[in-house]
């Protein structure tokens, strides 16, 4: 596949909506439309079709040099006038394969996500640790975008977003963006992190919370006065409070929970649900705030469990929910089919039964 080949697929996939494109050997290329992962009527790839691709989209010559040895890699790609995506490159049977995520040159705003109000509550804190969390392919990242925008638009300050690679690109607005990319302007996440702390930053984006190390320097950053943002990969507020926490040593959890409870400020996780009109996608969020109830509930281990029946008890009075308590608005909202609502629900039963006694 020649290079004007690669650009007229990825300039297709944009006119299409596609959120994402795969490359694999074997057989054609295919565009993820509105959740379905589709083939299109290209010639079966090749190994030297996926190999000849990496060539385009890696940057670093040395990499290049090394490709017969890659079996994993991250980077960007600039389709100038249609789009940037990020790239993961990853070897599957010996064989080189692509996926590039579609990223909008515009930063999308928070109507635009459909994000719930309480969004530009974690844009207004001044210092503190806001998570964005959910799986893979679940809008973090676009999430994090509108939070910078939002930012970059409303206050006079610096922010420091370190990515991996940088995905929404950030031009000075009222405030001035400083965003360093692993791998071409920075060592890591961690190196970039420590680093961060010394260039008089505001607003500190952290592409994502990978390990204790990054968490414990995250942790700091707020401690200091910092406002920090990030993602942990993780499906629910419980769990993500379960994973900052289980990560590091058993003697080191208890001062954790102490540091957590005085330092972080909210977690929103996502769900992208499909739409009952089969338009596309919509978010489905849980989302909690540091309240007294909660603080308690991260110090005391036996009251963990307890932050999802927290969440929804608090929703009138702090605006915050479960994801339950999402897909029922979605639901009566006519955005959602009761069948998928179930599907995306904790427990389905429970949700039903919920519904009924509403």
Known sequence: MNEESFRKYLAGAVKVHASDIHFKPGGPAAFRVKGQLLPTTGAT???????????????????????????????????????RFRVNIYRQRGSLSLVLRAIPDKVPSFDELLLPPQ?????SYEQGLVLITGATGTGKSSTLASLIGYINEHKSCHIITIEDPIEFVHKDRRSS??????????????????????????????????????IDIALKAAETGHMVFSTVHTPDVSKTIGRLIGVFPPEEQSMVRIRLAENLKGIMSQRLIPRSDDSGMIVATEIMKMTGTVEDAIRNPTLTATVKDIMERGREQYGMMSFDQSLTDLYKGGLITLKVAKRFSSNPSDFERALHFE
């Open 45 to 83: 790839l090749t190994p030297e079709d996926t190999e000849t691709i990496c060539r385009y989209v890696i940057r670093d010559s040395e990499m290049v040099k090394k490709l017969s040895l890659l079996q994993d890699y991250d980077t960007s790609y600039v389709l100038q006038g249609h789009a």
């Open 119 to 123: 969004v530009a509550e974690f844009a």
């Open 177 to 214: 963006v400083s965003q360093r990319e692993v791998g071409a302007d920075t060592a890591d996440f961690n190196r970039a992190l420590r680093a961060a702390l010394r260039q008089d930053p505001d607003v500190i984006l952290v592409g994502e919370m990978r390990d204790l190390e990054t």
